[in-house]
């Protein structure tokens, strides 16, 4: 198993975000789904340690999140927020950026194309882009550091129905040419059905269902 | 340099005073209702600095070095405190305050010594010692103050930076460059203005004290050149030792971004 919660809680500003929440996330793609404000940001947030639980486990591979080290983690399960927030400077910049944390050197071209940007965005400014190119950007500077898992908060939120499509078709082809798990955050269940092998369903802090994604979801209609 | 021979009598203190009735004339016919606090303003600083003119004179009497550095001590921390109000959204901002004041008076009084630019007494450490301090604690609050808005403005930012694995220190620099920059950088411009849109304090003061304008003019630059080494430093080390406190030990934000 990729991951597994064992009774985590999480509370911020006195209200309990996660609470005793229990879940399997097996590698693959796995959609943690469930309306706004039930908790599931903040669950992606544990898995690389952005936060850590007030109570309960998070396992990685069967070993304690907190027992590795913290930036290494990060490096290898990898978050993109939900929204773009790129530092100043060219695409390139950003990309090269992530590249060194990891001690890479980024292939542009190529880190570009998976996340479905030409060529000719690696001179743009980032501050330029429109929100879905800065999504993609930001799907390519995660990409850089070529990490073992993608952690994506609600990647096509920002963006209209072409646009998300789009994305979507992104992350599916990436699968097929990286090794790469994927857990993707939304609240957008035919999303998670087009998308998902399995499936977590959150409400209101605590998982209600999990499991392979026709079982959870069924088909599509 | 000229000890400069000016005498101000009490009548002539008064008559000053003039011009702070204009200036609550203007606050009541215009409502600002500043003239409160214009009061509050004329009544402290005449306590505050007949009370240090005396601290001063007893010093300059003892000749004694560690009365000074208890002086400075002691505006250090007071220093430290004003400025804590202007960094609130910063936690524990007081300590790196505290360490900033106190380095850059130590290490600016003990350049200006050692490089025989002033001698090791208190007719010069004191007033030297006062400015530095004063001039660091502004540039360390207008900093920390910045900081305090970049890290909660720019959190979405920084935790997208943590999240590829980046540690607090790499995810802070670029809030940590602007906020020194603007911790520095109304000196800097005051310095490149200076003599052709204001006249600096010390050489206003020693022109009225009947100095020769060019001993005016080389101790004002001995000064703002001093100044602009402190202030440095100060907006440096007090940046540099907040930061961290919005960060764990595991570089995550205190305040992560809301949701």
Same mark, same amino acid.
Not at chain 1, 2 to 30: C, I, K, M, N, W
Not at chain 2, 41 to 67: C, P
């Given at each position: ?7 985590? *809680? ?25 309306? %706004? ?13 952005? =936060? ?14 907190? *027992? ?68 993609? =950007? ?27 499509? =789009? ?8 699968? =097929?040419?990286?090794?790469? %798990? ?20 959150? *409400? ?18 | ?58 010093? $300059? ?16 921390? $007071? ?16 300590? @790196? ?29 004191? @007033? ?6 004063? /001039? ?8 920390? /103050? ?53 006249? @600096? ?5 020693? &022109?009225?004290?009947?100095?020769? @304008? ?8 001995? &000064? ?8 440095? &430093? ?10 961290? /406190? ?14």
């Amino acid at each position: 198993m990729l991951f597994e919660l064992e009774r985590v *809680e999480y509370s911020r500003d006195g209200r309990q975000v996660l609470d005793d929440l229990s879940a399997r996330l097996p590698e693959g793609v796995t959609c943690v789904a469930g309306p %706004s404000g039930s908790g599931k940001s903040t669950l992606l947030r544990l898995l690389n340690r952005l =936060a850590d639980p007030s109570a309960g486990r998070v396992l990685l591979r069967g070993a304690d999140v907190r *027992e590795r080290e913290v930036l290494a983690l990060r490096r290898e399960i990898c978050l993109v927020p939900q929204l773009p927030a790129l530092l100043e400077g060219t695409v390139e910049d950003n990309l090269r950026f992530a590249a060194r944390l990891a001690g890479r050197e980024p292939d542009v071209a190529r880190l570009l194309d998976l996340a479905g940007l030409a060529a000719g965005f690696a001179e743009r400014e980032a501050a330029r882009l429109s929100v879905g190119e800065q999504q993609r =950007a930001m799907l390519a500077r995660a990409l850089a550091l070529e990490p073992e898992v993608l952690l994506l908060d609600e990647p096509t939120s920002a963006l209209d129905e072409a646009a998300r499509g =789009a994305v979507e078709a992104t992350l599916l082809e990436l699968r =097929a040419r990286v090794r790469v %798990s994927i857990v993707l955050v939304t609240h957008d269940l035919d999303q998670a059905r087009r998308m998902a092998d399995w499936v977590v369903r959150v *409400e209101d802090g605590v998982a209600v269902a999990e499991g392979a994604a026709g079982e959870i979801l069924g088909t599509a209609g | 340099m000229p000890a400069g021979g000016i005498d101000v009598s009490l009548g002539e203190v008064a008559a000053s005073l003039a011009l702070v009735v204009l200036a609550i004339a203007v606050s009541i016919w215009r409502r600002t209702e500043l003239e409160g606090d214009i009061a509050v303003a004329v009544v402290r600083s005449a306590i505050q600095l007949v009370a240090i003119g005396y601290v001063i004179q007893a010093i $300059f009497d003892e000749d004694s070095l560690l009365l000074v550095a208890g002086l400075i001590a002691v505006m250090v921390l $007071f220093g430290a405190f004003t400025a804590r109000r202007r960094a609130r959204r910063v936690p524990h901002a007081f300590w @790196p305050l505290l360490v900033a004041l106190g380095a850059a008076g130590v290490v600016t009084l003990g350049l200006v010594v050692a490089l025989g630019v002033f001698e090791a007494e208190p007719r010069y450490l004191v @007033p030297v010692g006062g400015m530095v301090v004063g /001039n660091s604690m502004t540039a360390a609050a207008v900093a920390l /103050n910045r900081l305090g808005d970049e890290i909660s403005d720019r959190s979405r930012e920084i935790e997208a930076t943590l999240a590829l694995g980046a540690t607090a220190t790499q995810a802070a620099a670029p809030s940590l460059r602007r906020s020194l920059r603007s911790g520095t950088i109304a000196l800097v411009d005051s310095t490149k203005t200076t003599g052709l849109i204001f006249f @600096p304090g010390t050489m206003v003061g020693m &022109l009225l004290a009947g100095a020769d @304008p060019v001993d005016a003019v080389r101790l004002q630059l001995v &000064l703002l050149w001093v100044l602009l080494g402190s202030v440095a &430093l100060s907006a440096l080390i007090a940046t540099t030792l907040a930061y961290r /406190n919005f960060f764990t030990a595991a570089h995550q934000l205190r305040e992560p971004p809301q949701p």
